[in-house]
């Protein structure tokens, strides 16, 4: 029998929930995991206000009632085995209790409305099905649709616990790739991005970085690991760095705390993103946000937070959005194999790439170190060393 919790929310309940959002209501009000959050999203009515279902993102108010619902025992009809089209997936790592796959930008991580039988969770599904293997894989940490890399999932529930312990102890780490636009001064081509993210009022999809304080915290570590100007080759900045060298904030980084204009950033202001129906808002008080110099830059970074869009707002709110980001970037251009900002036909993405995954293997305590090549949109830095 399922396991049935609820949880009428109180004013004093406000300020450790960030104002009543649903997901840390769950966490810090009903004691649940993220874990069974996630279990329970794809449940009809798994997560409910009132009896009407919620997404996790939203906020109620005092007097409502939260209700989550948390199946007793696993569904293994849930998840559709599917067929991945151009072969199966990518199995860049596999034990007995995890598998790392390299996910293609353009597919989801795990079923969602209208991608309930063609992500990338469903295609491990159907090619276990296809070896006679009963495995039910559990996402821990899932890509945005349009990221690329690294992608983990636990085969035993043991094992989805332990890491998900890692990851909230920063001993799960993932290393990301990204190209922005602009060229970074010296001084600044490390740092720390600190911005809480919120949901953007009217629009689902869209997130903001807050300059007042609401939202949720975000952190993010990065630093540059080669540039190219316009109409010239790449210039890495240091041939030691690769994606495998730590992000921490080193004594002696320039932090990037503030999100308006800066003497070190004139150009930057706060990212607020593009809607869909073309109208921009990315203004935040004086000007429009631009990128910081002609050119584009290749940038490692790792987030402290998990937030959705995290790395492509928090780029951009220091003036150098992700190339070919539609939502938060200024176009959707992509670079050509010479490095060079152009329009391309075809799919494109915000070029962010999961290139590393490191963690310690939940049982044998064996660190486990997993790296996914390059995709062909990365070409314009294929010649640096990530070794």
């Known amino acids: 029998m399922d396991k049935v919790l609820s949880h009428t929310l109180r004013e004093e309940d406000l ?13 810090n009000c009903v004691k649940v995991t993220g874990h069974e959050i996630s279990g329970a999203k794809f449940l009809p009515d798994g997560i409910t206000v009132d009896g009407r279902l919620v997404h996790v993102s939203e906020r109620i108010a005092p007097g409502q009632t ?23 997936p990518e199995i860049l790592y596999e034990d007995e209790d995890i598998v790392i796959l390299n996910k293609p930008a353009g597919i989801v991580s795990h079923p969602s409305p209208g991608h309930y039988a063609d992500s990338m969770a469903n295609y491990l599904a159907g090619y276990y099905k296809d070896k006679g293997e009963d495995f039910v894989c559990r996402l821990v940490g899932r890509l945005d649709k349009e990221t690329s890399g690294t992608l983990l999932f636990a085969k035993n529930r043991a094992a989805c616990a332990r890491l998900f312990r890692e990851r909230s102890e920063d001993e799960l780490r993932r290393t ?14 490390e740092g720390t991005i600190e911005g809480n993210i919120d949901a953007m009022p009217g629009v689902l999809m869209l997130r903001q970085v807050t300059g007042d304080g609401s939202g949720l915290r975000a952190v993010t570590q990065y630093r540059v690991l080669a540039q190219r100007r316009e109409e010239e080759s790449e210039m890495p900045l240091d041939p030691e760095r690769s994606v495998g060298t730590s992000t921490s904030n080193a004594c002696g980084c320039t932090s990037a705390k503030r999100l308006g204009a800066t003497e070190d950033h004139p150009n930057t202001s706060m990212a607020r993103g593009r809607r869909p129906d073309g109208f921009d808002a990315s203004v935040e008080s004086e000007g429009q946000m631009k990128p910081c110099g002609g050119g584009i830059s290749l940038v490692q970074c ?26 938060y970037g200024p176009e959707a251009q992509m670079p050509d194999p010479d490095g060079h900002i152009v329009s391309m036909p075809g799919e494109k993405r915000a070029l962010l790439h999961a290139a590393r995954i490191t963690l310690i293997q939940p049982f044998t305590g064996e660190k486990i170190e997993v790296g996914a090549p390059l995709p062909s949109d990365f070409q314009c830095f294929s010649g640096y060393n990530f070794s």
């Open 15 to 27: 300020a450790v929930t960030a104002g009543g959002l649903v997901n840390l209501i769950l966490k």
């Open 66 to 88: 939260l209700r989550i619902i948390l199946p007793e025992d696993e569904d293994r009809d849930a998840m559709v085995p599917a067929r991945m089209p151009r072969g199966g």
């Open 176 to 189: 990301y790739l990204a190209i922005v636009h602009g060229l970074f001064p010296e001084g600044q081509l």
């Open 302 to 327: 790792h987030i402290l937070t998990g937030r959705t869009h995290q790395i492509r707002l928090h780029m951009a709110s220091i003036g150098h959005p992700l190339v070919g980001d539609t939502l």
